[in-house]
């Protein structure tokens, strides 16, 4: 306990110092959605404009979503600002820089600081991410590819951008990458030093479709958002995350590799590949239990007054996995929730179940929070008060690691 992120309300971007150094391109005023969202999120971010910047976004901006001051090109190079600045890249947790110019980009390839954004890159030992936005043919060109593979060898993690629409009116690879790709990437980065950093963590999510014919399907109410909220937690905490997800309207999440599937058989073939080498294995997802015994090919049109479907048990993915890592189930329960979890915990065999009563309206499907109950392999049961699924998913980690370190 007493874990990174185990405090109600923290995230790893709580506390932490990021230096938003923001440069000349049209993509300039997205930079004020960054530094509002990890403000929100609680980190101190101190801002740092090239002069071109400041002529796409006014620094009083930037000052007015952060509560700091914002150091620009405008001061003197030399003047007592930039040597406290120097002082302020040594103190950053991570150096951010979105968007990242053509010449930004050449700039640091070189070791050339002239510039308070440039200075800022080559000064600090903090981590750095640059996601680039530029015109597509200066994106594409080998000088620019060259340098950001440099940088990548040299530690940087770059933030690809995005395919749409440039600012020149041309379709292309150029446009700054989506500010939630650019926020997830931060979390990732700062995760690794986390107490799940070099752990390998599956986890799957959503609620599997079992296909009745090419239109229909037997699905159900779960909204994959604690199976998502799991994945993403282990992430901010530095595991390396497989998820493997059912259809779901949630937005990919970025910093870890992403399953798409569908019926529980795929899930089950997605996991059994997923988890070799892994710690742990994180069923949060409504595995169906029965699927139709056969698919029609064709659609099934309404000729008869009733229609009988014949179901088939799908295959038990928790039971029927193999291999030296942790379980951890879910038991969705409407009804003697405890003893009936345990039963699944013994049946399953698995290091910990967590139980949620789905009676509850503000708990289980569809909701963003959940109120669970954690039984451990000892019997163990620790009633979680409500919480968001994230805090949940943060109780269900702190479990993990403390299980992983006994092990
Ligand atoms: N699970 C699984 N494979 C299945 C069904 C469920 O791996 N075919 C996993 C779920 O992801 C969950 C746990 O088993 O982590 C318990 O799921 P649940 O449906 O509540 O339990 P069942 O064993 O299916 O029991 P029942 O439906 O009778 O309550």
């Known amino acids: 306990m007493g874990l990174l992120n185990s405090n109600k309300g923290t995230t790893v971007l709580t506390n932490k110092t990021v230096i938003l150094g923001i440069t ?8 004020a959605d960054i530094a509002s969202k990890l403000t929100q999120a609680g980190a101190k971010v101190e801002v740092v ?45 991570i150096v951010v820089i979105a968007p990242a110019t ?24 903090a981590p750095i991410i ?9 994106f594409e060109n080998p000088i620019t590819q060259e340098n950001l593979a440099k940088l990548k060898a040299r530690g940087f993690t770059i933030v690809d951008p995005a395919y749409g629409r440039l600012a020149s009116g041309k379709m292309g690879r150029g446009r700054l990458a989506d500010i939630d790709k650019i926020i997830g990437t931060i979390k990732q980065v700062l995760g690794r030093s986390g107490d799940l950093a070099g752990k390998r963590l599956v986890v799957t999510a959503g609620g599997t ?19 998502y909220a799991m994945a993403e937690a282990a992430r901010d905490r530095g595991a390396s995350v497989t998820l493997i997800t059912a259809p779901t309207s949630l937005p990919e999440p970025v910093g870890m590799e992403v399953v798409h599937i569908e019926t529980a058989a795929q899930m089950k073939d997605a996991v059994a590949r997923a988890v070799a080498q892994a710690d742990a294995l994180i069923m949060a997802a409504a595995v169906a239990d029965y699927q139709p015994k056969s698919v029609a090919k064709a659609k099934i049109k309404k000729e008869s007054p009733s229609l009988t ?21 879910f038991a969705a329960e409407s009804q003697d929730i405890v003893a009936n979890a345990k ?15 789905i009676t509850d309206a503000d708990s289980g ?30 109780r269900i980690l702190d479990k993990v690691v403390a299980m992983l370190a006994k092990k």
Do not use: C, W
Request: glycine share 6%.
């Open 209 to 227: 479709r079992e296909p009745i014919d090419p239109v229909r399907h037997i699905g159900n109410r779960s909204s994959g958002k604690m199976g």
């Open 24 to 31: 000349g391109s049209i993509a300039a005023y997205k930079a």
């Open 102 to 125: 053509a010449s930004l980009i050449a700039k640091v390839a070189a070791g050339i600081a002239d510039d308070m954004v440039t200075l800022t890159v080559l000064a600090t030992k």
């Open 309 to 329: 479907l014949e179901l088939v048990r799908t295959p038990d993915i928790l039971t029927e996995v193999k291999g030296d890592f942790l379980k951890v189930g």
């Open 365 to 394: 499907f569809g909701v963003d929070t959940n109120k669970v109950t954690l039984i451990d392999r000892k019997g163990k049961v620790e009633e979680l008060p409500l919480l968001t699924k994230r805090e949940v998913a943060d």
């Open 343 to 357: 039963q699944k915990l013994e049946k399953k065999k698995l290091d910990l179940i967590v139980a949620n009563d």
């Open 49 to 93: 404009m090239t002069d071109s910047a400041t002529r796409f976004i006014a620094p009083l901006t930037l000052r007015s979503i952060t509560g700091r001051p914002v150091v620009t090109d405008m001061f003197d190079l030399a003047s007592q600002h930039t040597i406290e600045h120097i002082a302020l890249g040594e103190a950053a947790d």
């Open 130 to 138: 640059l996601a680039p936005a530029m015109n597509v043919n200066m």
